[in-house]
């Protein structure tokens, strides 16, 4: 099995800054594409940021400018650098990487989410 593990969320003022990571795990031959999702209630869960796995970046409009997706393909994990964070980016973020496992078998992962909440 593959698990993803996500960390940094927390509470921050308006302006302020969070990096969020996820680490993936398991039995894993290798990752494609990674990407970050949010979520706020009565909403769907939107992509935010996406990175291949050879690096190319795209972005939401909502953060372009702002938020910065990288990963460390060593060691399984994408990061999403948040900066001049706004009230309505408070939501429960969450990654997602398509992982390539032995005998060929290929499928998307999610992590648990972690609650971002932006408020003065």
């Known amino acids: 099995q593959v698990q993803l593990v996500e960390s940094g969320g927390g509470l921050v003022q308006p302006g302020g800054s969070l990096r969020l990571s996820c680490v993936a795990s398991?039995?894993?031959?290798?990752?494609?594409?990674m990407g970050w999702y949010r979520q706020t209630p009565g909403n769907q869960r939107e992509l935010i940021a996406a990175?291949?796995?050879?690096?190319?970046?795209n972005y939401a409009d909502s953060v372009k400018g702002r938020f910065t997706i990288s990963r460390d393909n060593a060691k399984n994990t994408v990061y999403l650098q948040m900066n001049s964070l706004k009230p309505e980016d408070t939501a429960v973020y969450y990654c997602?990487?398509?992982?390539?496992?032995?005998?060929?078998?290929?499928?998307?992962?999610w992590g648990q989410g972690t609650q971002v909440t932006v408020s003065s």
């Open positions: 398991g039995s894993i031959v290798s990752i494609n594409a």
């Open positions: 997602n990487a398509d992982v390539l496992r032995p005998w060929n078998r290929r499928a998307a992962y």
């Open positions: 990175i291949s796995s050879d690096g190319s970046t």
